[in-house]
T-cell receptor
């Protein structure tokens, strides 16, 4: 797995865009970037993943730099329900073992 | 659609007692299955994963064991619980072999308190 680095915590005002960075400078060409979030006392929830191109779904957008050494998860209009720990994972497809780091604790402020 | 069920949701057990947590997945075949643990205020620790019936990989030496008696059933067990086994246990599954193979789907979790 690629080693990922995330800030331990971030704040975001409600209604504003939350931009969560992840550094994965050692990622290899066949490793995808995955994002999950974990709301308190719940299991992690898959958000989005990508390889090279930027991706968007109903939950978020994923921007991957051209050199693939970093990425940013964007929650376009953060709500209080987006307060959670966000995990970034670098992973090859088809590999079974999936480990999580410490993630970024996002606090959305009213 | 695929669903994952995990039980019991909450468990309070004395030290030295046995443990059995069960997880089943519906709506898919040949999934990868996972057990994670999260101690209070801590991150997710991968305990076991399985790519098929009877195939279990253990990630950390511990007081726990896992079994996969059927394709979509994953069981976490202990013969004698320790205080340090307290935590939030999560079962998860993923599609085997796909490029999105790290797209995990988690159960609701089982909160274990050992007294």
């Amino acid at each position: 797995d690629a080693k990922t680095t995330q800030p331990p915590s971030m704040d975001c005002a409600e209604g504003r865009a939350a931009n969560l960075p992840c550094n994965h400078s050692t990622i290899s060409g066949n490793e995808y970037v995955y994002w999950y979030r974990q709301i308190h006392s719940q299991g992690p929830q898959y958000i989005i993943h990508g390889l090279k191109n930027n991706e968007t779904n109903e939950m978020a957008s994923l921007i991957i730099t051209e050199d693939r050494k970093s990425s940013t998860l964007i929650l376009p209009h953060a709500t209080l329900r987006d307060t959670a720990v966000y995990y970034c994972i670098g992973k090859s497809g088809g590999y079974q073992k999936v480990t999580f780091g410490t993630g970024t604790k996002l606090q959305v402020i009213p | 659609s695929q669903t994952i069920h995990q039980w019991p949701a909450t468990l309070v057990q004395p030290v030295g007692s046995p443990l059995s947590l069960e997880c089943t997945v519906e709506g898919t075949s040949n999934p990868n299955l996972y057990w994670y643990r999260q101690a209070a205020g801590r991150g997710l620790q991968l305990l076991f994963y399985s790519v098929g019936i009877g195939q279990i990989s253990s990630e950390v030496p511990q007081n726990l064991s896992a079994s996969r008696p059927q394709d979509r059933q994953f069981i976490l067990s202990s013969k004698k619980l320790l205080l340090s086994d307290s935590g939030f246990y999560l079962c998860a599954w993923s599609v085997r072999g796909m490029t999105g193979g790290a797209q995990l789907f988690f159960g609701e979790g089982s909160r274990l308190t050992v007294l």
